[in-house]
Each structure stands twice: as structure tokens, then as C-alpha cells.
């Protein structure tokens, strides 16, 4: 077909399961978008689409492709079901879409897309699941190292990682860090449904020796969690599962996975609890040991456990991942005498701090959100939940400290304990939330209205941390359905939050109980009977057809509906049966939630 034939409409940000070239697919019908760029044309709409898809042996034959839709008449953009040769474990395809417009001119061909599938099945790990091989501290938890070296004969030409933990984890390669992603494998009811990481690792890997690292901490595993907080909710173990799978340039394939093999220690994060903070002793370092010139013949075996791979499911959420940073605006001393820095934003992450001083030198930071009424540092509002960072130096030098394994809101650091003048080029606060992509934006000429924009996108930001909760700084931090449900709507218009909440609705459901109602928070860290707890609360539990519905609303994905459908029937269903001649007034409900009033603040929620 002649150039002078294709109209100026083009096909651009091709997506997989609304993902941009994912590498961990686990639905057996992935569905294909694509956006139109008609340039400055108007009215200009789609007509008609064809999909090819083929993989890259395929490809690189030139033979006949996995799939080719034909010439389909239809305006649809969104959500094409896939539907050709049954697709593989770790298989990697390409796809690549043209479509015609209303005056019957065709497009190009998209620029190719990808997409490589999970691993569909328990059967498809042969990692084991592995545990530290000596006696833990019970009371501090340090964080347990892993690592492994392994060999890799021939020329890579791809290698993908697949990890995932009882707790949290971070990963390495050959002392580089696998991927920009924290806190995770996430949060999930966890005995029902434990998500798994895809990397691309093929440029950390080597031809010849490479070693494996990888660090876990407690986090809502097995950690203090719930606003009565108690640990070990879905395990007192913590776990890793990782594999990896090289493919070599001539076809042939390799496997390494954890198993008895792999060695354990601890190294400087001597704590780390979501609320209680993390403590850092850098004289603890084990230099080098995520690589090959590490010696492990003092570290201690592993212990190979059969925990459940059945429960194992794929990611298709974003990530939580390092935003914002902000420097100090004003560093100042409080009546108390206290050594206070304020960032000028209320913000969820952490404060990452770089000091020189002696060896033992003790550093303690501790996180407020205002300052109270006598200027003093306030965090009477965290009630349990200490909110504080512990670094020791190892001196010799320039040391830079974050946290791990653990989160903080604030917009106020007290430090105590550091060597010297406080000066803002040393502190750092950094933001972190789920990577949504912001979809809206909104001013206007009132500075009042723009202020409350702003805190509502914060607010967004800071309780967008792999799941919707109710507050980032306190010990709590849980997903209130309420107010999930309440802001699900103004969330879309912000950010893209079809995969966040498509994620946890999923969870909505795994932890609904078999009457039907839905438990005060999700994941179900309050009531633990299968049959029936805490719970029901209407405007709380509607969240289960409401955020379905609002999804459906902003995305169109018909899918969604689907998936939930079982979960908002019972639940409709359990008011029905609670209802008596069409009304439902028993049971407990919150009702005006935090009511403001001038005279009472006792209430100590």
C-alpha cells in the first residue's frame, strides 16, 4: 500500500492488561488497548482493527504468526480479548496493532508491543521456599540475609526473576539492586493471595560467576499490625521464594531457584516494624555481599520449607515506588529545646540523612506531622506507634542512612544524637506511593480552593500505598472500606487507579465472609473467623459494589464487573437477609464518622 494512502492516524501506547510491555501476565485472556493520534485532525474516530501477535522465534523465522484478528469492523480500543494459539508459562509475546479510520484510510502498523506471561501454575516453581538456617532473635527480628553464587555458561541472551517473600523483600545482583520497587511483594490477604515480582535482569547478569542477594524484613507479614497491634497475623516465619530463568543466546535455557544451596546471616537493619521504625547499625555491614568476591564460609545454611505456592498469584499493580523530594525549609529549637527540621510538606516516605561522625555515634529521628500549640514536636496522635529511625555509624567517613522496611507521614523530623550542625543539604525527605499515573489536574484563581486541590492530591498520595488506607502515620494505616469507598470516584480523576483498586477489590473478595458482609478493613487483619466477624457496616461494606461500579464508570472495563460479581451479589444478598419488610435497622454501623465539635476532643480516635 502507497504512502499517500495512509491517513495522518496513528496507533500509539499499546497496553496488556492495561500495562505497558508487562512481563508477569497470569490472565489466560490478556485484553489489548491502544490510544489514536489523529494529529490536528478532527473528528476522526477508529472503524475497523487488526492484531497480529507472534513470538520472537516466530518473528525472527518470519513464519505464521500466534494470533492475527483480520480485518475486525469495530470502534473498539479497549479491552480486545485475546483469542488465539493457547499461550505459555514465561513466554514472551509481541503483538502489534493497525487500525482504519471513518474516511477508510488504514494506519501503519503500531510499533511492535510485548507482553510475557507469569508462571501460570504451582507446578511451573521449582524454587523452594527457604527460611534463615539459625536460631533468630525473637524480640529484635534483624533482617535475614540470603545470597548464592551460581555459574552461567554460555552468552544471556534474556533472563527474567521471579520473586516473592513471607514478609518483605529487596533483592540484588551482583551487588545491584533488582528494580526501583519498595515495600514489596505488597499487601494482600495473604493466605489467600501472595503476589510475586517479575524483573528484567538480563543486563545484571553475567556470562561466567554471579551472585544472588536478598534482604527480607517482618512487614504486615509477620510484624506488629492492626490499631491494636499484634504480630504474626498470617505467619511467625519469614520466608524467601526466588527464580531465576536465563535464556542463552543459542535457545537453550537454565534455572536457578532458592533452595538448600543458599546461605543466611543478618546485617545492619537490626529492626525494622511498619510503625515502630527501622534501626540501622552501619559496624554491621557485610561489605560486597550480594557479589561474587564475597566470602560466605562463616554464614549459615537455609532451611527449606513446604509453604504454599497455590496462593501465588501475579502483580498487575503499581508499584510503590520513590517520588517527591523536599529539603528542609526551616531547621529551629523548640521550647523544649528540642532539634526540630521542617520539609514544608505533610508527606509519606521516609528522611534520607548523610552525616560523618564516629564509630558507635547513635542517630535517632523521630516523625510528627505539627507542631503543637507551645512550638514543641507533637506526636501524642501516633498513640503505640514510635514513628523513629535509629542509625549507628560505623565512622570513617561520609555514612547516607534510609529506612527499610518500614514508613513514615510527616512533615516534622526531631533529631537527636547527631554529630555536629544540622544543615539542610543533609536531610532529604523523599515521598513514596503507589506509582499511579496522574490523569487530572485542576487551579484556578482562588488561593483557598487551590490549597484544598493540593492537600486532596497529597492526601491521595499518602494513603495510596499499595492499598487505599485511612491514615499513614499512626498504628493503623489499614484499608477502611469506607473511606476507600467515599473517594474511589475523586481518586480516578486524579490519578489512574484502574490497576490499584482492581488489585484490591480482588482482596474485597478473598476476605468477604461466607455471610456475605464485608469486614471493617481489607486486607482482614481485625476478624480472623472465615464465617463471620467485625463487620457490615453499611457505607463500609457497600465498597464492594461501589468501587466496581466507579471503576467501570472511569475505565470501561467490563471485566472488573465480572470478576466482582459473586462478591457484590453476596453482599446485596446479606442485606436482603437482614432486612425485615424492606428495612435494615439492626446491627452495628459507624454512621457520622469523627464528628467535629468545639467542645469535645476526647474522642482518641
Known sequence: MCSLCFAQIKVQRLLTENQADPISIDAIIPRFSWQLDAGDKRSVVQTAYEIKATTYAVLKKGKHEVWNTGKVMSDQSVYVPYNGETLVSGQKYYWQVRVWDNNGKASEWSALASWQMGLLTPADWTAKWITPGFAEDSVMRPSPLFRKGFSLSKKIATATAYITAHGLYEAQINGHRVGDAYLTPGWTSYNKRLQYQAYDVTGLVQEGKNAIGAELGSGWY??????????????????????????????????????????SSTGPVRFAEIYYGATIDDRMQQKD???????????????????????????????????????????????????????????????????????????????????????????????????????????????????????????????????????????????????????????????????????????????????????????????????????????????????????????????????????????????????????????????CTIIPWNMYLAYGDKRILENQYSSMKAWVDYMQHQSRNDLWNTGFHFGDWLFYSVNDDTDGS
Open 222 to 263: 509477620r510484624g506488629f499490625i492492626g490499631y491494636n497491634p499484634k504480630p504474626g497475623l498470617y505467619g511467625n516465619d519469614i520466608a524467601l521464594l526466588f527464580q531465576l530463568e536465563v535464556t542463552y543466546t543459542d535457545g537453550t535455557k537454565e534455572t536457578i531457584v532458592s533452595d538448600d544451596s543458599w546461605k
Open 289 to 543: 555481599w550480594s557479589t561474587t568476591n564475597f566470602d560466605d564460609k562463616n554464614w549459615s545454611g537455609v532451611t527449606v520449607k513446604d509453604f504454599a505456592k497455590n496462593t501465588l498469584v501475579a502483580t498487575y499493580n503499581e508499584p510503590v515506588r520513590k517520588h517527591e523530594t523536599f529539603k528542609p525549609i526551616k531547621i529551629f529549637t523548640t521550647p523544649k529545646g528540642e532539634k526540630v527540621i521542617d520539609f514544608g510538606q505533610n508527606l509519606v516516605g521516609w528522611v534520607q540523612m548523610k552525616v560523618t561522625g564516629n564509630a558507635g555515634n547513635k542517630i535517632t529521628i523521630s516523625h510528627a506531622e505539627v507542631i503543637d500549640k507551645a512550638g514543641n514536636f507533637y506526636t501524642d496522635n501516633l498513640r503505640t506507634a514510635r514513628s523513629q529511625d535509629v542509625y549507628i555509624l560505623k565512622g570513617g567517613g561520609e555514612e547516607t542512612f534510609e529506612p527499610q522496611f518500614t514508613w513514615q507521614g510527616f512533615r516534622f523530623i526531631k533529631v537527636e544524637g547527631y554529630p555536629g550542625d544540622l544543615k539542610p543539604e543533609n536531610f532529604t525527605a523523599i515521598a513514596l506511593y503507589s506509582d499511579m499515573t496522574p490523569t487530572g489536574t485542576f487551579s484556578c484563581s482562588n488561593t483557598l480552593i487551590n490549597q484544598l486541590q493540593h492537600n486532596i492530591q497529597w492526601g491521595q498520595k499518602g494513603n495510596f500505598l499499595d492499598i487505599p488506607t485511612d491514615c499513614p502515620q499512626r498504628d493503623e494505616r489499614l484499608g477502611w472500606t469506607g473511606d476507600a469507598q467515599a473517594f474511589s470516584r475523586t481518586a480516578s480523576y486524579l490519578m489512574d487507579v484502574h490497576n490499584f483498586f482492581t488489585k484490591w477489590l480482588k482482596d474485597v473478595a478473598a476476605d468477604q465472609y461466607a455471610s456475605g458482609s464485608i469486614p471493617f478493613v481489607i486486607p482482614n487483619v481485625i476478624g480472623k473467623s472465615a464465617t463471620d466477624g467485625p463487620g457490615a457496616s453499611t457505607g463500609w461494606a457497600d465498597v
